[in-house]
């Protein structure tokens, strides 16, 4: 009897493990592939916003819904060497800026570390300046 199980978990141990292997899938995503002049910044987690986005100098109008997202897809670049800093009040960013070079063919896309955090502001806060982005860029957040 001692010599028969050892034989019968020999036995059993194989099928177990192909049972067990053939439930797994392997799924290949294709990478997106995004338009001439696009950069997509994809954050580690769900942002609430509001965020402030400067490009090469220029402060960017970022569209958003009232729940926040995750991506922030910027369009209407030149295929050139750009400059972005982003921040927040209710979020930290690491790296919260960066140069990125944009091929002539595709756009790119950026992961971004997000990490919320809840700050008390004393005194009076002077409110931003309106962002006056050049008319073709345009920056929406949203949720993917």
Request: proline share 7%; net charge positive.
């Amino acid at each position: 009897m001692q010599r028969m199980i050892p034989k019968f978990v020999l036995v059993l141990l194989p099928f177990v493990f192909l049972l067990s292997c053939s439930r797994l899938t392997t799924q290949l995503t294709k990478p997106d592939i995004l338009a001439p002049g696009t950069l997509v910044l994809k954050f580690s987690k769900n942002i609430k916003g509001p965020i402030d986005l400067t490009i090469d100098g220029f402060r960017i109008k970022v569209d958003q819904t009232s729940k926040g997202g995750n991506t922030l897809t910027i369009t209407g670049l030149e295929p050139t060497s750009h400059r972005y800093t982003i921040s927040s009040p209710n979020d930290a960013f690491g790296p919260s800026s960066a140069e990125i070079v944009l091929p002539d063919d595709e756009g790119i896309s950026v992961r971004i570390f997000a990490q919320s955090f809840d700050s008390i502001l004393y005194g009076n806060s002077s409110g931003a300046a309106s962002a006056e982005s050049p008319k073709n860029i345009r920056a929406i957040l949203r949720k993917f």
